[in-house]
Structures are given as C-alpha cells and as structure tokens.
C-alpha cells in the first residue's frame, strides 16, 4: 500500500540553528500539505501545494519558515533559525485533488528545540 | 484558530463496550471527516460525511451529522485495545478552503 515517506523521523537542534524536513507523498498526488502539530492539539496547516504552486501559506511564519515543492513530487520544508516554540510534531499530508476529500498523513518528525 | 471542538476530551472504557464522541462546530461546512491519531505517528482518515447526509458506516465505526446543530458524533462499536488512539474531527467550509482540525478525543480502551 502506498504510503506519504516523512524523514527525519526525529530532529534534535538547538535554537537559532537550522533545520529542515522532507516529504515524499504518495505517486500521482497533486495536492500536498504540511502541518504542525503541537502535543495535545489537533494539526494545523502550515501550507498547501498543487503541484509546485503554493495554495495556502497563510499560517506560514514566513520570517523563519520556508517551503517548496519544485518538481511538483516531494517537498522540502525548512526552519530558520529554529526556536523554542517551534517544538512539535511536523505532518506532510497529501491528496489526489485540490478538493478537501480524503488526506493520507506521514507518520511526522518530531522536532524538538534545545 | 480551531474549528471543530471535540468532546469529551479523554475517555476511558473497558474492551467490548461502546465510545462515542463528539465534535461541534461554528460555521457551516461541505463536510465533515475523522481521522484516527496513534500516539507519535501520522493521522489515519476514517470516514468523511458530506454537509446532505445524516449518518455513514464503515465497520464498526458509525457517524452522525447534525447541520442544524452543528454537531457531528463518531460511535465505535465493540470497541478494542487497539482503538486506543486520539480521534480528531476535521471540517472545512468548502472545498477551497483547508481543514480545520479539532483538539481530538484521547480513547483509552482498557482490555
């Protein structure tokens, strides 16, 4: 069964450094997402590609988080500097459409901050 | 800002009984999904209900949706150790806009 590859699995970094995760979503998925997920909380979506276009980035802080998705297939998504708050688990997520209908997630990193 | 708030937010029940829980809503939506969380890994879709329907099964699973009480419930039937995992709802208002996810509901199932 196809599945969305996430790596690293875990990130341990020091503030002001920088990091970066990748994100391989299943074949023939057009749409894909990133989302932080903070412990205890429901997910929220940091930013939203169709294809190599970026959707939604809205909740992306921008002064320090980067994204892309240049061919259009996986994806890349950077943190710098890293800080304290940025601890969390990091989500890639995809789907075959632009259509809200079913996202199939990875199973995360999980960044923490020193 | 969250959208759907999950009820209750933890629950603990013995193997073979019923869970149920709970999402409420503000807005109105296109539809609605659960996903399924186990604990430090990626979220699992369950089952999504569109804004003109009032119930789906899939298994043992069975969710409701009210619209006019903005309110949606995901019953597991008989449920087993393994349903232990944190069950999110997630809506969106249409089919341009992202999913809103709520807190979740921790389920324990205690064998």
């Known amino acids: 069964e196809a599945e969305v590859a996430q790596s690293p699995r875990y990130k341990i970094t020091e503030k002001s450094q920088a990091v970066a995760f990748w994100c391989d979503p299943i074949s023939g998925h057009a749409t894909l997402y990133w989302y932080r997920q903070i412990l205890g909380q429901g997910p929220e979506l940091l930013v939203q590609f169709q294809d190599e276009s970026v959707v939604d980035d809205s909740q992306l802080p921008k002064d320090r988080f980067s994204a892309e998705r240049l061919k259009g297939v996986d994806s890349t998504l950077k943190i710098q500097p890293a800080e304290l708050g940025d601890s969390a688990m990091y989500l890639c997520?995809?789907?075959?459409?632009?259509?809200?209908?079913?996202?199939?997630f990875g199973p995360g990193t999980r960044l923490l901050v020193l | 800002s969250q959208q759907g708030e999950e009820d209750p937010q933890a629950l603990s029940i013995q193997e073979g009984e019923n869970a149920t829980m709970n999402c409420s809503y503000k807005?109105?939506?296109?539809?609605l999904q659960w996903y399924r969380q186990n604990s430090g890994r990626g979220l699992v879709h369950l089952i999504l209900?569109?804004?003109?329907?009032r119930e789906k099964h899939s298994g043992r699973l069975r969710v409701t949706l009210d619209t006019s009480k903005k309110s949606s419930s995901l019953l597991i039937t008989a449920s087993r150790a393994a349903d232990t995992a944190s069950y999110f709802c997630a809506t969106d208002f249409s089919g341009n806009t992202p999913l809103v996810f709520g807190k979740g509901t921790r389920l324990s199932v205690i064998a």
């Open positions: 997520a995809s789907s075959l459409g632009p259509a809200q209908e079913t996202q199939y």
């Open positions: 807005t109105s939506i296109n539809n």
């Open positions: 209900i569109r804004s003109n329907e």
